[in-house]
């Protein structure tokens, strides 16, 4: 963009603004708000909460002395103004995109990044940390962290302001409360953030004030009402926080950049030994009508028209795996009353919000709490329903405990639809889904099933319902199936049994998940090469098609394993059996293709497979080398 600002183009660095007037940090602002929607435009990406927190983000790095000050921002989506402020306004069309800018903080990014995130509520925590270091080496620095309301719902923000308060270590909270997360909002927490009202002396009061309020004229009532607001702050809004060993303040407007610089430099200048907690009140989309009108306040688009707001929309006649797997359940559903879903602040993400419609009180969104949804579900469980955890990989990480513990170890059966497996493109390695095969098939009582193509992920919901005796998971990638006819919902599989997609001689792959067409498309390639070989649709991971792998073991002089996995997957079971049963002793050459030992950038997703290995010219080399491979190991003397 050409389009030339009167003071964005003069700021690079937060020391640009140190001497702008307050009312030319308005203008500013104004200029970054403009500069981030014509940015996330064109590359797409998360609008609504960076639009929030644009007047926010010009106080804070006005007032504090970055990066020596740490400013700390929960999850991430409210970075590009951020970014554009802190040296890398030049590259902010460069976001999600391969060799561009992280949609989230990044510590190997940005000094001005002291903490990296994508994941939320992790903010209080690290930065107690920082401020604790602060404090052991005698550091003046401050330490700032930014949550916002939906992310306060986690238990482990709570954790945090717990043993904030009892430390009392000095550090600023600054509280986003936008009322708006990415779904309705949900949770006590919030509830009590937008409305703490039931206590009997505020009640009894603004009665009284609504009364007076009635009796004068309209320009004294609107006064009246902000000092309700006040009022209500000062007699209820910072009791949580105070119990907590907060100092409060608050709530104010978050777009005031008056008000904001003010306080902010009173939190910072203030003699309080212990943590600050600023309750400020923002508009998610402010500035963009179309966002702020928007139900998600444009949370996360793909490029869109600047001037209509109308998004992009890749054109496919093929439905979504999300949605596939929510036709599939509502479909169940209507048949069996004890289904039930369940969805960690993710309702649309999963598709639970399609169920949610159809069966209101059969679905639960507990908010950012993925360790309380594992568990909940496991509740459930007890109790004879059959409950569906509509959960993210990467967020199931989060849950790992309650996953062995409470579901696990008692063998209940809870559901796992794992969504977004594998590598997911422009959120990068913080979203993919890498390891949660290895992390649950290494569980005892557990059923673990990855979907080669949409058709496989319907049977493999069919077979969900019927397994009433231990956990059980299937794992779909993001984004469009191949195009495949879907079966009804009464074709089931057969526990622990593949499938035979084409026979061989010489060389087997067993295929674990979403690569299958990129098998089939080297199977070609080597058969013009002269090399014919068998495909196989594993299913499972956990329990094994032992006898179908004894068998290719037995007639094939290779077998190849590939998996949208890290190690320790599919792969792992595979090597273990053949081990187990001197398979590998009979010159039988054994390859497991997996995704590498690092963390893979954000890119185009087909791009990322490639930079993995596990693409169609991948798989066709790995199977060349090893035919050709003749390594013989000497034993020394």
Not at 54 to 82: C, M, R, S
Not at 87 to 115: Q, V
Request: with cysteine; hydrophobic share 40%; aromatic share 8%.
């Amino acid at each position: 963009m050409n389009k030339k600002f009167k003071y964005l183009d003069n700021v690079n660095f937060p020391s640009d603004i140190k001497n702008l007037s307050l009312s030319e940090l308005k203008e500013l602002a104004a200029e970054v708000r403009q500069e981030m929607i014509d940015a996330v435009s064109e590359t797409g990406g998360h609008l609504g909460a960076g639009l929030g927190v644009v007047e926010l983000t010009v106080a804070l790095h006005y007032v504090f002395n970055t990066p020596n000050d740490k400013l700390i921002w929960d999850v991430g989506h409210q970075t590009y103004p951020h970014k554009i402020l802190t040296g890398r306004k030049d590259k902010i069309r460069s976001l999600r995109k391969g060799g561009g800018l992280s949609g989230f903080t990044k510590r190997s990014e940005s000094e001005y990044d002291p903490f990296g995130a994508a994941h939320s509520s992790t903010s209080i925590s690290s930065a107690l940390g920082i401020a604790t270091a602060n404090k052991l080496s005698n550091k003046s620095d401050d330490v700032i962290a930014v949550i916002g309301d939906g992310a306060m719902s986690a238990g482990m923000a709570y954790e945090a302001m717990n043993n904030a308060g009892a430390s009392k270590t000095k550090m600023i909270v600054i509280l986003n409360d936008n009322d708006m997360s990415i779904a309705k909002p949900v949770g006590a927490m919030r509830a009590y953030l937008a409305k703490i009202l039931s206590g009997k002396l505020y009640f009894s009061f603004r009665e009284t004030v609504k009364l007076i309020i009635s009796a004068f004229s309209k320009r004294f009532s609107k006064k009246a009402g902000k000092a309700e607001d006040f009022l209500r702050s000062a007699v209820t809004g910072g009791t949580l926080f105070s119990s907590m060993g907060f100092y409060y303040m608050g709530p104010i407007d978050g777009h005031d950049i008056d008000d904001l610089a003010s306080v902010l430099k009173n939190a910072r200048d203030i003699n309080y030994d212990g943590p600050i907690m600023i309750h400020i009140k923002t508009k998610k989309g402010k500035g963009y009508e179309f966002a702020e009108k928007s139900e998600d306040k444009f949370h996360g688009v793909t490029k869109f028209n600047v001037n209509t707001g109308v998004q992009e929309k890749k054109k496919s006649n093929v439905p979504a795996y999300t949605k596939i797997f929510a036709n599939t359940l509502v479909k169940h559903a209507e048949k069996d009353s004890k289904i039930v879903g369940i969805t960690a602040a993710m309702p649309s993400g999963t598709g639970m919000d399609i169920f949610g419609k159809k069966f209101p009180s059969r679905m639960f969104d507990v908010g950012i709490a993925e360790q309380h949804a594992v568990t909940f579900a496991a509740g459930l469980a007890t109790e004879g329903y059959k409950p569906y955890a509509a959960i993210y990989s990467t967020f199931l990480q989060r849950a790992y405990d309650q996953v062995v513990h409470d579901v696990a170890i008692q063998s209940l059966p809870v559901r796992f639809a794992i969504d977004r497996a594998g590598l997911v493109g422009a959120d990068g390695p913080t979203h993919a889904g890498s390891f949660d095969i290895t992390y649950l098939s290494t569980l005892p009582n557990f059923v673990v099933m990855a979907a080669s193509d949409e058709a496989e992920l319907v049977r493999m919901i069919n077979t969900s319902v019927d397994i009433n005796d231990k956990p059980s998971a299937f794992r779909y990638p993001r984004g469009n199936g191949i195009g495949v006819e879907l079966p009804n919902i009464s074709e089931k599989l057969e526990i622990g049994k593949g499938r035979i997609i084409r026979e061989g001689k010489k060389v087997a792959i067993l295929n674990f998940g979403g690569r299958l067409n990129e098998c089939l498309i080297a199977c070609e390639n080597l058969k013009k090469k002269g090399i014919n070989l068998t495909l196989f649709d594993a299913r499972f991971a956990k329990p094994l098609d032992q006898n179908t792998i004894w068998q290719l073991a037995r007639d094939h002089e290779t077998i190849i394993s590939i998996e949208e996995g890290s190690i320790g997957g599919f792969g792992s079971h595979v090597s273990q059996y053949l081990f187990d049963n001197n398979l590998i002793d009979n010159n039988l050459k054994f390859r497991s293709m997996i995704l590498p030992d690092r963390f893979i950038d954000h890119d185009k997703p087909e791009q990322m497979y490639k930079y993995a290995g596990l693409d169609a010219s991948s798989i066709e080399t790995k199977i060349l080398d090893t035919l050709n491979s003749k390594v013989v190991i000497k034993k020394s003397n």
